[in-house]
């Protein structure tokens, strides 16, 4: 079973707009990061996002890209601060492959949590549209790749 763990794409400030929704190069990176997972063959059955407008908006992105049929709805528990230890046991037993859309710090120290048994370890370095793949195999999780949208993307559009 394969865990993809995305930070949300880039969002405009709170002063713009208290909701904060993808700013327009959040859009263009999470597209990227799409196309790339969609070219790469990655499907997945289920896709988890906070609830928060950056969150739902950066999943709905990646849905149509990998899960064009699958589930996508927001869930509790994923927060910024939220603890990363009840997440991590569920997901012990998942049988799906699942995408989970979220924030940071949360997103982290899942990843770290999952694949060194510290939270605290600083295993990945997110930055917005960044996606981590760990797969589960037998009872342990390793981690399989990560990607960044400032790896390839045309950042020369910032706004």
Request: overall charge negative.
């Amino acid at each position: 079973m394969k865990l993809y763990l995305l930070q949300h794409g880039a969002a405009v400030a709170k002063d713009i707009d208290p909701e904060r929704p993808l700013s327009k190069q959040g859009n263009h990176d999470v597209a990227a990061i799409a196309g790339i997972l969609r070219h790469a063959g990655i499907r997945i059955d289920r896709i988890w996002h906070s609830g928060k407008r950056r969150a739902e908006q950066t999943a709905a992105i990646l849905a149509r890209a990998v899960a064009p049929a699958g589930i996508v709805e927001p869930i509790d528990g994923i927060n910024p601060n939220d603890s990363v230890v009840a997440f991590a046991e569920d997901a012990d037993v998942w049988d799906q492959d699942t995408l989970v859309v979220g924030h940071l710090p949360f997103m982290a120290r899942l990843a770290s949590l999952l694949t060194t048994g510290n939270q605290d370890s600083d295993i990945v370095s997110y930055s917005p549209g960044s996606i981590v793949c760990v797969e589960r195999r037998a009872s342990n999780w390793t981690l399989c790749w990560m990607l960044s949208p400032g790896l390839f993307a045309d950042r020369s559009d910032t706004a």
